[in-house]
């Protein structure tokens, strides 16, 4: 299955290529494309030490295989030059033109990007080539064949690198691959990356092959030769392909359907292609009628074609010795779209009628990019991909007999947004089959449903927004509620955003207010603060995963020794100047002999009770605790600063025995190795002892930074001494860095 890398730096190998396609390409434009990116890449190499112009130009010769046009080819080329070589797209445009400008400028990264992380770097990339994939879907064609080059190419990076990419590469490209109809490609990126993830199962399974197929060496070659005699007396003119399962696939059903070896019943196939669609139904009968099939194992894909545009019939039969084998009948235009998915567009189709037909074929990809103003929200937009493209579908049908492919697990409000955004603004209730269903009822295959509406209607509730599959219908109504109801949403946004800054300052002023949320506004990128407070009354942002930014700009605008007091704080002095009495604070901090002290506990080192603490008058809101040896305490101390309102400070014993029931903020940054289910492990970890958590993000690439709730400081070595246990675990750090 994996090819055999050739390495070279002269462009003579694709250029006779392309001669023997006989299709009309501009050589010299693609000469042209070489000259400029060997001059531009001169003096690079890659890791393996070869010439870099070798990959661009295998990146070409794999864009070529396709048959893509003369663009595409320069585009293949030149795709590395503006990220590597300091080359302008302009520069692009004004050499090649802006169709080659605008192909390379989609494949080029986002390397200028302002981005909190690493991570949301990395989803911006994807967010970009999906964006220009929507503009000219050639962008992800060359993509997948770059990506192609470098997996077959992958050995020569370091251990981590290698993994980190395989991961990437199975878990976007490849369903990528797959979505667009381009089997040959996604099933070699499938392999590729399987020997790199788990190289023990793919050894293991290529092993089952060679000793199952070494027991039946003639049998394919046997029932090709039997079915190719009758497809003969039939006088029908086809092509006969064998072949056995692909490792991945193997791999997929034993390990993802806990199904056994002998339980793939199709490890072995034979592909007919023959002329015309007549004669694949009439081929069909020939099989059934030459061998016994297995029921239920029968698909018609022809009638019924798969969303990536797959066309075929699927038929399981038993061959000689009861060895079940599968049967895959096509035309030829049938299997070049099953090969190689929409770019087979290219060759077959030509004029603005096929390009209406290819738009419509990609209306999967408008339907994910229309959603892109809203989808501000990295993990939204992972999860929308991996909801919408990444995920197997299910097949529906409206009582006139038309299709709707949705993803797995979708339900009547999801259908009903398909169908049209009116139909779902307008919904009332839906029958399955003849039968009311609730809104939420999951479609299944083959269902018949029917949405009832009404003009009465006052719309979507918000509540289907927790209810919905799809993003595309979430989207819609997300967009109703933008359009239909703005006063009503700023004010639900404002009243969230005021509730969560009193939360955090207590009390500030509304200028304070004001400033804080037009600074958190333009953080997440809206000029407009009622756009902001809109957007998260529709549901578009949310505030619970703004809250770490939100402190932040709480801050840096009110100080904590400018904060007003609350009510109770105001009542709390009084009856303390009355009575000469400090007022409880369920703090567990006796400060200057005095228990119950009003305090709180500083955010640049989070003291636990077992630290040696020390505290600090503040202006109006107790005492500020900190630990000795924060970095804030040594230098004012050393300073002389202030040094009449730093108070001693000791906890009750309480606390520091943990009979209190009081929890506290405890910080970690774990370092980690790249390893595949590295946080499932840290969280399931802190699951099973009971640790609530806080925050967890990451502060750069294999940081992950931790807010956990902790009794004190023995209970949070114990959390530490079980995190370090972990694989992968290469040291903990107290506090944020």
């Known amino acids: 299955m994996n090819q055999e890398v050739s390495v070279h730096t002269d462009i003579q190998p694709l250029t006779a290529m392309l001669k023997a396609t006989k299709k009309k390409y501009n050589l010299a434009k693609i000469d042209k494309a070489f000259e400029f990116a ?78 909190e992380d690493k991570e949301e770097a990395h989803i911006e990339n994807l967010r970009k080539m999906l964006l220009a994939m929507s503009k000219d879907i050639r962008v992800i064609f060359i993509k997948l064949c770059d990506r192609l080059h470098n997996m077959r190419t992958l050995s020569a990076k370091a251990d981590n690198k290698r993994r980190m990419t395989a991961l990437e590469t199975m878990q976007v490209y490849a369903p990528l691959a797959h979505r667009l109809g381009m089997q040959k490609i996604k099933q070699e990126l499938e ?161 603005a009628s096929s390009k209406e037909e290819l738009d419509k074929k990609l209306e999967w990809i408008a339907r994910l990019i229309e959603t892109e103003d809203e989808q501000r929200d990295p993990d939204e ?87 919905v599959k799809t993003s595309s219908a979430r989207s819609k109504i997300r967009a109703w509620f933008k359009k239909e109801k703005r006063p009503e949403n700023i004010a639900v946004g404002e009243a969230a955003i005021e509730a969560e800054i009193k939360r955090i300052c207590r009390s ?78 369920n703090s567990g901090v006796v400060v200057d002999g005095e228990e119950g002290c009003l305090v709180k506990f500083a955010k640049c080192c989070n003291p636990l009770p077992g630290d040696d603490i020390i505290g600090f008058v503040t202006r109006g809101f107790g005492i500020s605790i900190h630990k000795m040896d924060c970095p804030n305490v040594i230098q004012n101390l050393k300073n002389g600063d202030a040094s009449e309102r730093w108070k001693e400070a000791h906890w009750e014993s309480n606390a520091t025995s943990g009979k209190s029931h009081e929890m506290y903020e405890a910080l970690l940054q774990i370092h980690v190795s790249d390893r595949i289910g590295m946080l499932a492990d840290i969280t399931s970890v802190l699951a099973d002892m009971k640790v609530s958590i806080l925050y967890i993000g990451m502060a750069e690439k294999l940081v992950i930074n931790l807010k956990i709730g902790c009794r004190n400081v023995e209970h949070y070595d114990m959390i530490v001494a079980r995190l370090r246990k972990l694989d992968g675990v290469d040291n903990i750090v107290r506090g944020f860095a």
């Open 38 to 115: 060997r001059s531009r890449h001169e003096g690079q190499f890659r890791m393996s030490g070869e010439p870099y112009i070798s990959h661009p130009i295998a990146v070409a010769e794999i864009v070529a295989s396709l048959e893509l046009d003369t663009d595409s080819i320069c585009a293949a080329l030149l795709h590395d030059t503006v990220e590597d070589c300091q080359v302008s797209v302009e520069e692009i445009e004004r050499e090649f033109g802006p169709e080659v400008a605008l192909l390379v400028d989609g494949l080029t990264k986002i390397v200028s990007m302002q981005v």
């Open 191 to 351: 392999n590729l990356s399987l020997r790199f993830l788990d190289p023990i199962g793919y050894s293991e399974i290529q092993n089952y092959i060679d000793e199952k197929y070494g027991q039946n060496v003639d049998f394919i070659e046997s029932v090709r030769k039997q079915v190719e005699q009758k497809l003969k007396e039939n006088k029908i003119h086809f092509s006969l392909e064998g072949r056995i399962k692909s490792v991945y696939s193997i791999y997929k059903k034993m390990y993802n359907q806990n199904k056994s070896f002998d339980e793939i019943y199709d490890f072995y196939a034979l592909r007919i292609i023959v002329d015309t669609e007549l004669e694949c139904y009439t081929s069909l009968g020939i099989i059934h009628e030459m061998f016994n099939s297995i029921p239920g194992r029968f698909k018609d894909y022809i009638s019924t074609p798969k969303p990536n545009l797959y066309r075929s019939l699927h038929t399981t039969v038993i061959g000689r010795d009861g060895i079940p084998f599968e049967v895959q009948i096509r035309t030829w235009e049938m299997h070049h779209v099953a090969e190689y998915g929409v770019a087979a567009h290219w060759k077959y189709k030509s004029g």
């Open 381 to 467: 937009f992972m999860n929308a991909l991996k909801t919408d493209i990444f995920q197997d579908e299910v097949f529906v049908f409206t009582p006139k007999g038309d299709v709707f492919a949705l993803p797995s697990g979708s339900n009547i409000i999801d259908f009903a947004y398909a169908v049209h955004s009116a139909v779902g603004d307008k919904m009332v209730g839906a029958k399955v089959n003849g039968m009311i269903v609730p809104i939420d009822h999951t479609l299944v295959n083959g269902e018949i449903v029917e949405v009832m509406t009404s003009s009465a209607s006052k719309g979507p509730s918000r509540d289907w927004l927790k209810i």
């Open 508 to 585: 500030c002023t509304e200028a304070q207010r004001n400033q804080i949320a037009e600074s958190l506004a333009k953080r997440v990128g809206y000029n407009d603060t009622e756009d902001f407070y809109n957007a998260i009354g529709y549901g578009a942002v949310s505030v619970a995963k703004l809250q770490l930014r939100l402190e932040e700009e709480c801050h840096k605008v009110v100080r904590p020794e400018e904060v007003e007091q609350t009510d109770e704080e105001k009542i709390a002095e009084a009856v303390s100047k009355a009575t000469g009495k400090k007022i409880r604070s």
